[in-house]
C-alpha cells in the first residue's frame, strides 16, 4: 500500500500525468472497442461532387413537385433503412449522409411543405422567410459550407451580407444610439468595437481572447457527445474534463457574468450581447461559451441563400430520393411503434382514412427532444433514456416568440431598404427588460412596450427577389413572448380561435409594426399584406410543444453542465431510435445540421465529421 499510496501521490501532483495514464488507457479501450465494434458504414463523402450550376427554377408548380409530395402509403418504398420523421434541416441532414452512404430513407413532414423552419410561404404573391434570416460559415471552404454543397450538389447558391449585417439600437425613438457589429476578421470586429469604444480597449481585447480560447476547444463539447458515457463519467469525476477542453470553463458562466467582470460600460455590454435574441435566452441566463460559439459563427460574415430559405430543402431532397428515399408532407406521425423487447421498429401515421404503420431498422426523430420523449414514445420506453429525466428538470422548452409579416408596394431600391438587419432595444439593460417584460400578465404586455424587437428585409438581401416578384418587398419582424399568453387557445382550430385571440395577436403586431415604422417611416402607407403569427402558429406549422422556434432552452444550465451535454446525444438509449437536430448540438441552421451530421455518424459508425475534413482538404485542393 505504501508503495501504491506513492504513486498516486505522484500523480495527483502531477494531473498532466495522470492525464497521460488515462489517455493510454483509453486509447487501448478504443482498440478493444475497434476490433469488437460493428464495422463501419461506408463513407458518405468519399468523392467530391462537382456538378455545374443549374438555373433558379421558379416556376412554383415545378418547386411544389419536390417540396409538396403528400403521403400515399401506396408510394412509400419498400425495404427502408431509416425513416426520419421531421423535415428540418436536422432532419434532412441525417437523410441526405445517410442516403449518401447507400441508405433508402424515408422522411415524414406534418406540414404540407418540407423544410421545417427552412421553408417559405407565399400570400398574396408575397413570399416570406420563416427562420433563415442570415447563416454564418458560408464564405469560405469551411467544414460546415462543405457539407451543405455536398448535401446539394452544390446548387444552393449563397449571397454574401454586407459586413455591418446586424446594427444594434439603443433607447427611445429620439434619443437612440446606433451602433453596427462590425464583421469580416476578428481584427474587424475589434477595429468596429474600438471606434465606438476607443476607453474600452482592455476589456475589448480580453473579450476577443475569449473567443478564440472558446473556438480553440468547442470540439471538446461534441467529443463529450460522441465519447462512451462512461469514460465522459470518469472525466467529470477526476476533473480530468477540464484539461482535456477549456469549452465548459466558459459554459457554466452566463453571458451576464463575464461581461460584468470586462466592463462597466453598458452601451458594451448591450453590442457584446445583443444577438441572444438568436437563441432566445437573455444574458442573466445565457451560457457565454454557447454565446461566444455564435459569435465566432458569424466572425467572417454572413450570407442569405440566393432564391430564398426554400431553396435549401429544394435541392436536398434530390440527393435524399436519388438512392430509392422520399420525403412526404401532410404525414403527422402520431407514434413511434416499438416491439415488445422496446426497440424501435416503425412510425404511425395519422390518416383521415385510418392510421398507417411503416417499419424500419432505424428510426430518427427531428421533432426534438420534448415531441419525441414526452408525445411520440410509450412513456415505458420513454423513461428507459436518460434524456427524458432530464427534460422538465434540468431541460425545458426555449421562450416563444411573436412574428410580423409585412408585404410592402415597392422595391428595396425604391423603398430604400438595406440587407441589413436592426436590433432594437429601449435600454442596454437587455436582461432586465427581457426579463421584466415576459413576467407580465398578457394584459399588461399589451400596454408596455417591446423589450427587443428583431427587422428583416430578405427581399434586399435576395437579388434574385425582384426579379420573381417585381415591384415588391417584404418586411419581417420577431419579438419574444410568453407562451402563457396564448395557451388558453391552445386546443383551438387555426384561423378559428376567436375575437379575443385575434385582438391580442394584432394588437402586439400593431406594436411591433410601430416600431419598425420609428426606423423607416417610408413604409407607412406601402402595406399591402400584414400577417401576425404567434406561438400558437410555431406549435401547428413546425410542431414546437410550447411556440419556441429554438428548441429546448439554450441556458447555462444546459451547455454548462458536461454530464447534461453528454446525454444530450443522438444515441437515445432506446434500441433503434436516434434524435437529430438542434437539441442534439445547439439551434440554428449549422447548429442542427450539426445534429444531422452526429446522428448519421451514429448510424453509421463511424466518424462522418473526420470524413467531411479530409473532404474539405481535397475541395480546397480543386479550387
Not at 460522441?226 to 452566463?254: D, E, H, Q, S
Request: a neutral charge; charged letters at 25%; proline letters at 5%.
Amino acid at each position: 500500500m505504501g508503495v501504491f499510496g506513492q504513486v498516486l501521490d505522484q500523480l495527483l501532483d502531477h494531473p498532466r500525468l495522470l492525464l497521460a495514464g488515462f489517455l493510454l488507457y483509453v486509447f487501448i479501450y478504443a482498440l478493444s472497442w475497434f476490433f469488437s465494434a460493428p464495422k463501419p458504414g461506408p463513407n458518405p463523402f468519399k468523392t467530391l461532387v462537382k456538378k455545374p450550376l443549374k438555373p433558379l427554377v421558379t416556376d412554383q408548380k415545378l418547386r411544389d413537385k419536390v417540396l409538396k409530395q403528400g403521403f400515399q402509403a401506396k408510394q412509400v418504398p419498400q425495404d427502408l433503412d431509416a425513416i426520419v420523421v421531421g423535415s428540418g434541416i436536422g432532419g434532412l441532414t441525417a437523410a441526405g449522409i445517410l442516403s449518401k452512404a447507400g441508405k433508402k430513407v424515408l422522411v415524414l413532414e406534418q406540414h404540407d411543405q418540407a423544410g421545417g423552419c427552412c421553408h417559405t410561404f407565399i400570400e398574396q404573391g408575397f413570399e416570406f422567410d420563416v427562420g433563415v434570416h442570415y447563416i454564418g460559415e458560408m464564405r469560405s471552404n469551411t467544414v460546415a459550407r462543405v457539407m451543405v454543397d455536398q448535401l446539394t450538389d452544390g446548387q444552393l447558391q449563397w449571397v454574401d451580407l454586407i459586413d455591418e449585417f446586424d446594427l444594434l439600437s439603443l433607447g427611445e425613438p429620439g434619443k437612440r444610439r446606433s451602433i453596427p457589429f462590425r464583421t469580416g476578421s476578428a481584427n474587424a470586429l475589434r477595429a468596429g468595437l474600438l471606434e465606438k469604444f476607443p476607453k474600452e480597449e482592455a476589456a475589448i481585447d480580453k473579450f476577443m481572447a475569449m473567443l478564440k480560447d472558446v473556438r480553440l476547444n468547442m470540439k471538446g463539447m461534441l467529443m463529450v457527445k460522441v465519447m462512451p458515457k462512461w469514460i465522459v463519467r470518469l472525466l467529470i469525476a477526476t476533473g480530468l474534463i477540464n484539461l482535456m477542453t477549456r469549452y465548459f470553463k466558459y459554459a457554466r458562466r452566463t453571458v451576464q457574468e463575464v461581461l460584468d467582470e470586462l466592463t462597466d460600460d453598458g452601451d458594451l455590454k448591450a453590442i457584446l450581447s445583443y444577438s441572444f435574441g438568436d437563441y432566445g435566452v437573455e444574458p442573466s441566463r445565457s451560457s457565454f461559451g454557447l454565446h461566444a460559439a455564435l459569435v465566432n459563427h458569424y466572425l467572417y460574415g454572413a450570407s442569405y441563400p440566393k432564391g430564398g430559405a426554400s431553396e435549401i430543402a429544394f435541392h436536398m431532397i434530390p440527393v435524399i430520393e436519388r438512392n430509392g428515399g422520399r420525403v412526404f408532407v401532410r404525414a403527422p406521425v402520431s407514434q413511434i411503434i416499438t416491439d415488445p423487447y422496446g426497440k424501435a421498429i416503425g412510425v404511425r401515421v395519422d390518416r383521415a382514412s385510418g392510421p398507417v404503420d411503416i417499419t424500419a431498422p432505424l428510426v430518427i426523430s427531428d421533432t426534438g427532444a420534448m415531441n419525441t420523449f414526452a408525445k411520440l414514445l410509450p412513456q415505458e420506453i420513454a423513461r428507459k433514456s436518460s434524456i427524458t429525466r432530464l427534460l422538465g428538470n434540468k431541460l425545458e422548452s426555449g421562450t416563444a416568440c411573436m412574428s410580423l409579416f409585412v408585404g410592402l408596394k415597392g422595391t428595396a431600391e425604391e423603398l430604400d431598404l438595406k440587407p441589413q438587419h436592426i436590433w432594437s432595444y429601449p435600454s442596454n439593460d437587455l436582461s432586465g427588460i427581457t426579463t421584466d417584460y415576459l413576467e407580465k400578465s398578457v394584459d399588461e404586455a399589451v400596454n408596455s412596450d417591446l423589450p427587443m424587437i428583431f427587422i428583416t428585409f430578405p427581399s434586399a438581401k435576395d437579388p434574385t427577389f425582384n426579379e420573381r416578384y417585381p415591384g415588391m418587398s417584404v418586411c419581417t419582424a420577431v419579438s419574444l413572448c410568453n407562451w402563457k399568453w396564448f395557451s388558453e387557445w391552445e386546443k383551438e382550430r387555426v384561423k378559428k380561435r376567436g375575437e379575443d385571440y385575434e385582438a391580442i395577436k394584432m394588437a402586439i403586431g400593431r406594436k411591433m409594426w410601430d416600431h419598425v415604422l420609428t426606423y423607416y417611416p417610408q413604409l407607412e402607407d406601402r402595406v399591402e399584406y400584414f400577417e401576425v403569427a404567434t406561438p400558437l402558429s410555431n406549435k401547428y406549422y413546425i410542431a414546437s410543444p410550447k411556440g419556441e422556434i429554438y428548441g429546448l432552452d439554450h441556458t447555462a444550465k444546459r451547455f454548462g453542465n458536461p454530464e447534461t451535454v453528454m446525454h444530450l446525444r443522438s444515441e437515445t438509449g432506446i434500441p433503434g431510435l436516434l434524435l437529430t437536430g438542434q437539441d442534439v448540438v445547439c439551434c440554428g441552421f449549422v447548429g442542427a445540421m450539426m445534429g444531422g451530421l452526429l446522428c448519421a455518424s451514429t448510424a453509421l459508425h463511424r466518424n462522418v465529421y473526420e470524413d467531411l475534413v479530409k473532404l474539405r482538404k481535397e475541395a480546397a485542393k480543386s479550387k
